[in-house]
């Protein structure tokens, strides 16, 4: 089954409902949140300058398979959701009485992140994601490599990933990328592996 990746910045906006129903597959954060929360987050990824990314569809059916966003800055798209502030209070106390957890992991989540290095010339994998119908095939390795690329092309000389330490499909693709670990942290609810790779 032959795909074509394209540039996630230039995805139809009737296609990015998609991008956000595979999203929903990731543990992280932004998924535990709720969908409207996801939807949001890539509906302002994509407006946003410094981030990019791919999604794959498939050549015949036109379906999405996958995607992967990569930015020198992470932080700033998580923030982007509070921008709009009747949404963001309208959303979020929906959060705080449906899934409290998922609200104290996020003022942590905001704590750690703000103490993690943007080093300048660096990029973040923030993510990459496959439609389980779509996995073992080699395709997130590859969208995750499309990420180096385009770093490279843009002039940024480093990777960085975290990855939670059961997720062994991301391990193995993201190691196969050539990244190397660096560090094992705690980040709330989340035991993750901090990994860095040259661009
Ligand atoms: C992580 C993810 C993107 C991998 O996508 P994929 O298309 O299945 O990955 P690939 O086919 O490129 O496989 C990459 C490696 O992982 C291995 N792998 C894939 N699924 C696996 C599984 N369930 N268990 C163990 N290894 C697995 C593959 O064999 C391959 O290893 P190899 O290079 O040694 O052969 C996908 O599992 C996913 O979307 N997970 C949910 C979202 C997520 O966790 N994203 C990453 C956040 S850090």
Redesign the pocket.
Known sequence: MSHTLHSLNSIPTHLLPHIAKIHM????LISKLGYSFVLRYFENAIKDECAFGFYAQDDETDEIM?FSLASPEPSSLTSKLTEDKGWFVKNILKVVFTHPLAFLQMAISSITIRGQMYEPNTIECV????DPK????????SLQKALMDEGRKRGYKKIY?S??TW????L??TQ?NGFKIIKTFREGIYHRHRLESEL
């Open positions: 597959e990731d543990a992280g996958g993510y990459f994601t496959v779509f996995r073992g095939r080699g395709l997130g390795r990933a990855v939670e997720n062994i499909a991301s193995k693709a196969a």
